[in-house]
Protein backbone atom coordinates (compact mmCIF):
# COMPACT_ATOMS: atom_id res chain seq x y z
CA UNK A 1 0.00 0.00 0.00
CA UNK A 2 1.53 3.54 -0.76
CA UNK A 3 1.92 6.27 1.54
CA UNK A 4 -0.37 9.49 1.26
CA UNK A 5 1.40 11.54 -1.70
CA UNK A 6 2.33 15.13 -1.07
CA UNK A 7 -0.04 18.03 -2.62
CA UNK A 8 2.72 20.26 -2.41
CA UNK A 9 6.00 21.80 -3.46
CA UNK A 10 8.27 20.37 -0.61
CA UNK A 11 10.86 23.29 -1.47
CA UNK A 12 8.33 25.86 -1.80
CA UNK A 13 7.11 25.04 1.50
CA UNK A 14 10.77 24.95 3.08
CA UNK A 15 11.95 28.28 1.66
CA UNK A 16 8.35 29.77 2.96
CA UNK A 17 9.75 28.22 6.41
CA UNK A 18 12.72 29.86 6.57
CA UNK A 19 11.35 32.77 5.55
CA UNK A 20 9.10 32.63 8.72
CA UNK A 21 12.36 31.20 11.34
CA UNK A 22 14.10 34.15 9.88
CA UNK A 23 11.48 36.47 10.68
CA UNK A 24 10.82 35.51 13.79
CA UNK A 25 13.60 32.96 14.81
CA UNK A 26 12.98 29.61 15.73
CA UNK A 27 11.89 30.12 19.28
CA UNK A 28 8.94 32.66 18.15
CA UNK A 29 8.08 31.00 15.42
CA UNK A 30 5.12 28.77 16.25
CA UNK A 31 3.97 25.41 14.31
CA UNK A 32 0.70 27.35 13.16
CA UNK A 33 2.73 30.28 11.42
CA UNK A 34 4.77 27.86 9.73
CA UNK A 35 1.58 26.14 8.50
CA UNK A 36 0.23 28.99 7.37
CA UNK A 37 3.30 30.07 5.25
CA UNK A 38 4.22 26.60 4.23
CA UNK A 39 0.47 25.94 2.48
CA UNK A 40 -0.10 22.90 4.67
CA UNK A 41 -2.36 21.28 7.00
CA UNK A 42 -1.72 19.86 10.58
CA UNK A 43 -1.67 16.60 9.41
CA UNK A 44 0.62 17.41 6.50
CA UNK A 45 2.77 18.94 8.40
CA UNK A 46 3.50 16.37 10.78
CA UNK A 47 3.72 13.57 8.06
CA UNK A 48 6.32 15.28 6.71
CA UNK A 49 7.98 16.66 9.69
CA UNK A 50 7.76 13.24 12.26
CA UNK A 51 10.13 15.88 14.49
CA UNK A 52 7.82 18.31 14.15
CA UNK A 53 9.02 22.36 14.53
CA UNK A 54 12.71 21.17 15.38
CA UNK A 55 13.23 18.88 12.37
CA UNK A 56 12.12 21.62 10.04
CA UNK A 57 14.50 24.38 11.38
CA UNK A 58 16.94 21.94 11.02
CA UNK A 59 16.38 21.17 7.20
CA UNK A 60 15.84 24.76 6.61
CA UNK A 61 19.29 25.72 7.48
CA UNK A 62 20.63 23.10 5.03
CA UNK A 63 18.29 24.59 2.89
CA UNK A 64 19.02 28.00 3.42
CA UNK A 65 23.11 26.79 3.28
CA UNK A 66 22.20 25.35 -0.23
CA UNK A 67 20.32 28.68 -0.96
CA UNK A 68 22.71 31.90 -0.31
CA UNK A 69 26.34 30.74 0.47
CA UNK A 70 26.93 27.45 -1.57
CA UNK A 71 26.26 29.15 -4.80
CA UNK A 72 28.51 31.96 -3.75
CA UNK A 73 31.15 29.48 -2.19
CA UNK A 74 31.26 27.49 -5.19
CA UNK A 75 31.94 30.50 -7.74
CA UNK A 76 34.84 31.72 -4.79
CA UNK A 77 36.68 28.13 -5.90
CA UNK A 78 37.17 29.71 -9.48
CA UNK A 79 38.47 33.30 -8.67
CA UNK A 80 41.95 34.76 -8.53
CA UNK A 81 41.10 37.47 -6.42
CA UNK A 82 38.94 36.93 -4.20
CA UNK A 83 38.93 40.12 -2.05
CA UNK A 84 36.43 41.63 -4.49
CA UNK A 85 34.01 38.96 -3.78
CA UNK A 86 34.17 38.80 -0.13
CA UNK A 87 33.70 42.50 -0.18
CA UNK A 88 30.63 41.74 -2.31
CA UNK A 89 29.21 38.94 -0.15
CA UNK A 90 29.52 41.63 3.04
CA UNK A 91 27.81 44.18 1.12
CA UNK A 92 24.87 42.18 1.20
CA UNK A 93 24.36 42.93 4.77
CA UNK A 94 24.16 46.52 3.86
CA UNK A 95 21.46 46.39 1.34
CA UNK A 96 18.46 48.10 2.90
CA UNK A 97 15.51 46.39 1.10
CA UNK A 98 17.27 43.23 1.66
CA UNK A 99 16.35 39.88 3.99
CA UNK A 100 20.02 40.24 5.52
CA UNK A 101 19.44 43.51 6.03
CA UNK A 102 16.09 43.35 7.50
CA UNK A 103 16.20 40.21 9.46
CA UNK A 104 20.23 39.61 9.63
CA UNK A 105 22.17 36.31 9.08
CA UNK A 106 19.93 33.29 9.50
CA UNK A 107 22.84 31.34 11.19
CA UNK A 108 24.06 34.18 13.13
CA UNK A 109 20.76 34.59 14.73
CA UNK A 110 20.57 31.02 15.27
CA UNK A 111 23.43 31.17 17.41
CA UNK A 112 22.24 34.19 19.39
CA UNK A 113 18.41 33.45 19.57
CA UNK A 114 18.11 29.78 19.74
CA UNK A 115 17.64 27.56 23.40
CA UNK A 116 18.70 24.49 21.58
CA UNK A 117 23.08 23.83 21.51
CA UNK A 118 22.20 21.79 18.49
CA UNK A 119 21.04 24.36 16.04
CA UNK A 120 23.58 26.46 17.53
CA UNK A 121 26.17 24.26 16.94
CA UNK A 122 24.39 23.11 13.45
CA UNK A 123 24.86 27.12 12.67
CA UNK A 124 28.25 27.84 14.32
CA UNK A 125 29.41 25.25 11.51
CA UNK A 126 28.15 26.68 8.63
CA UNK A 127 29.36 29.93 9.61
CA UNK A 128 33.11 28.20 10.00
CA UNK A 129 32.57 26.47 6.48
CA UNK A 130 31.71 29.89 5.01
CA UNK A 131 34.95 30.80 7.10
CA UNK A 132 36.84 27.83 5.65
CA UNK A 133 35.96 28.99 1.99
CA UNK A 134 37.06 32.28 2.42
CA UNK A 135 40.25 31.48 3.90
CA UNK A 136 41.03 28.58 1.22
CA UNK A 137 40.21 31.83 -1.37
CA UNK A 138 42.61 34.10 0.31
CA UNK A 139 45.60 31.32 0.62
CA UNK A 140 45.21 30.71 -2.99
CA UNK A 141 45.46 34.26 -3.71
CA UNK A 142 48.30 34.75 -1.63
CA UNK A 143 50.22 31.70 -2.79
CA UNK A 144 49.46 32.99 -6.35
CA UNK A 145 50.81 36.65 -5.37
CA UNK A 146 47.77 38.05 -6.45
CA UNK A 147 47.33 39.35 -2.68
CA UNK A 148 49.88 40.52 0.33
CA UNK A 149 47.39 40.47 3.48
CA UNK A 150 49.12 42.32 6.34
CA UNK A 151 47.14 39.93 9.04
CA UNK A 152 48.54 36.75 9.72
CA UNK A 153 46.97 33.60 8.30
CA UNK A 154 46.36 32.04 11.58
CA UNK A 155 43.60 35.01 11.78
CA UNK A 156 41.66 35.28 9.16
CA UNK A 157 38.95 32.98 9.53
CA UNK A 158 38.40 34.77 12.78
CA UNK A 159 38.56 38.03 11.56
CA UNK A 160 36.49 37.45 8.63
CA UNK A 161 33.85 36.20 11.17
CA UNK A 162 34.23 39.02 13.20
CA UNK A 163 33.54 41.55 10.76
CA UNK A 164 30.28 39.22 9.29
CA UNK A 165 28.97 39.05 12.55
CA UNK A 166 29.94 42.71 13.81
CA UNK A 167 28.34 43.63 10.64
CA UNK A 168 24.87 41.51 11.84
CA UNK A 169 24.45 44.19 15.02
CA UNK A 170 25.87 47.09 13.63
CA UNK A 171 23.37 47.24 10.86
CA UNK A 172 20.87 47.90 13.34
CA UNK A 173 22.52 50.58 14.81
CA UNK A 174 24.33 52.55 12.26
CA UNK A 175 21.57 53.06 9.01
CA UNK A 176 23.53 54.72 6.58
CA UNK A 177 24.76 51.86 3.76
CA UNK A 178 27.59 54.19 2.87
CA UNK A 179 29.12 54.04 6.42
CA UNK A 180 28.73 50.54 6.31
CA UNK A 181 30.04 49.50 3.09
CA UNK A 182 33.20 51.95 3.69
CA UNK A 183 33.89 50.28 6.85
CA UNK A 184 33.77 46.55 5.21
CA UNK A 185 36.23 48.09 2.35
CA UNK A 186 38.67 49.79 5.58
CA UNK A 187 38.64 46.16 7.11
CA UNK A 188 39.01 44.36 4.16
CA UNK A 189 42.32 46.62 3.06
CA UNK A 190 44.29 44.15 5.39
CA UNK A 191 44.13 41.20 2.54
CA UNK A 192 45.24 43.57 -0.45
Known amino acids: MAGRQKIYDEDAALNAAIDVFWQQGYEKASSRDLQKAMGIGFSSFYLAYKGGKQELFAKSMQRFFTLYPQPFLNLLKT ?114
Do not use: H
Not at 103 to 115: E, K, L, M, R, V
Open 79 to 192: IDNPVEAIRQYYYVMTEPNGKFSQFGCYFSNTIFQADENEFKDAAAKNLGRIADAFYDALLRAKDAGTINPSIPTELWKTYLLNLWTGLNTTKSIEKDQSILRATIDFSLKVFE
